[in-house]
């Protein structure tokens, strides 16, 4: 492994973008009340790709402006990259921005909005386009990398509000100024190093990668139009103040954090300026530098759902006048029918890349609520990001005291997955514990190193 003069890991750092915006209408994705396909665009959707190594190892993090990446997409992305670039399935990080304005590629989803015919082939087109664009820039990256030095910092946000408010009935899906959140926004940055070759020392700088994350949902706004949403605003933002980076986007924790005000296009470019002002004051900061070594870990751990319903009460939700139910009661019987029951535990993905013990970045799968971020980081050294909505989609990660209090993040939104039910209370510390495991593989103490 070669050093740098400062003692730290001599990195070198690669980016690529990819256009991943449908060529043709499709279903949207993200919001139950959907009627009517996408109808042009705000803005391009992207792909964006950061590969990093330390002259040992490699990770590659990538973000898509989409709601959610499944599983089966990761797999086969993962699988193909191994066999094109070598690099290991746990060196890939692949997450989704969240954003409810893009494709529906998800056939169970697709049910929901619309019966078999063009949308459904236009969805199987687009999975297998995004698959080779995935893998395409995923080497595009690869083969970009150059030497490079890598410095974290933190900036703060204020638009994100928890959106779970307690009333006598239950939970209402509403802001609660006095719920949890998480005003982080970490920020990873790669600057590249040019030498002098005369005198052989390092004398220009310059930003090639941002990585910034935060944790709010991207729904701003509900429309026919393929956008980004607040994080798409941002990232164009800060590429405008910093012309030769790449910037990329984390969702964090944002289960229960919404975008408020909201409901307007000039709201989410509002609140983009807003995120990206976050980012430049990070960037402009005391960074600390980030040495290294890179570790990375993938594991999956199950989890557990409550008993599913009946034979007898799927055989009734199939005759529901409510289309949603009836698609979810088709699935559970599909299962039922090929499997002679109803699994009850799932793998939850869990991955940590570790940079030494200057950065540790968790990726968690699904809709992680924020208690989780703001656990980890009590329990952990940091400094701790954690990302949600990564590796695949899965559903709502609920705390144990969410799931006690009901609403939709802790249990009503299993009527629209093919999960067999609510999951269990003892999900909180499956997960924190699988991440807390997972952490402390990836860290490394220098002192020790």
Not at 42 to 58: K, T, Y
Request: hydrophobic residues 35%.
């Amino acid at each position: 492994m070669t050093r740098a003069a400062n003692g730290g890991e001599k990195w070198h750092v690669g980016t690529a973008t990819r256009t991943i915006t449908p060529e043709e209408p499709m279903w949207m994705a993200g919001f139950a009340k959907r009627d009517e396909p996408a109808d042009g665009q705000v803005h391009d959707l992207s792909a964006r790709v950061v590969a990093i190594d330390d002259g040992e190892r490699v990770a590659v993090v990538a973000s898509v402006e989409l709601l959610f990446v499944t599983r089966e997409i990761r797999e086969r992305v993962a699988r193909r990259c191994t066999e094109a670039y070598g690099l290991e399935p746990d060196a890939l990080l692949l997450a989704a921005t969240h954003t409810h304005c893009g494709p529906e590629f998800r056939e169970f989803k697709l049910d929901m909005y619309a019966d078999e015919g063009p949308y459904h082939e236009r969805a199987a087109d687009y999975r297998e386009r995004l698959i080779d664009d995935l893998v395409g820039v995923v080497g595009e990256a690869l083969d970009d990398r150059e030497p490079a030095t890598l410095s974290y910092s933190h900036a703060r946000c204020g638009f994100g509000t928890n959106r779970r408010l307690p009333v006598p009935e239950g939970v209402a899906h509403v802001p609660n100024p006095d719920g949890p959140v998480d005003t982080e926004v970490p920020v990873l940055v790669a600057e590249s190093e040019e030498r002098d070759e005369n005198e052989g020392s390092e004398e220009e700088t310059g930003i090639r990668a941002i990585l910034f994350g935060y944790a709010c949902h991207t729904t701003t706004v509900m429309i026919e139009r393929y956008c980004g949403d607040w994080a798409g605003f941002a990232r164009r933002e800060i590429e405008s103040e910093y012309p030769e980076a790449t910037a990329l986007f984390l969702q964090g924790a944002a289960g229960d954090q919404n975008p408020y005000p909201r409901r307007e296009l000039a709201l989410a470019r509002r609140h983009g300026e807003t995120a990206a002002t976050a980012v430049r004051a990070a960037v402009e900061s005391r960074r600390k530098p980030v040495r290294g070594p890179l570790q990375a870990l993938l594991v999956e751990r199950p989890i557990a759902f409550e008993d599913p319903p009946e034979r007898a009460e799927l055989e009734e939700m199939a005759e529901s006048d409510r289309r949603y139910l009836r698609v979810r009661a088709d699935a559970l019987l599909a299962e039922l029918d090929e499997h002679g029951e109803i699994r009850t535990e799932h793998p939850y993905p869990i991955q940590g890349l570790g940079f030494g013990d200057d950065l540790t970045l968790l990726g968690l799968g699904g809709e992680v609520l924020v208690g989780y971020s703001l656990k980890l980081k009590e329990r952990l050294p940091g400094p701790v990001w954690v990302a949600g909505y990564t590796n695949a989609e899965f559903t709502y990660v609920p705390t144990a005291q969410a799931i006690h209090e009901g609403g939709y993040e802790g249990g009503e939104v299993v009527r629209r997955t093919a999960f067999p039910g609510p999951l269990r209370p003892d999900v909180e510390e499956r997960v924190l514990g699988g991440a807390t495991a997972v952490a402390d593989r990836v860290r490394c103490d220098r002192r020790e190193y």
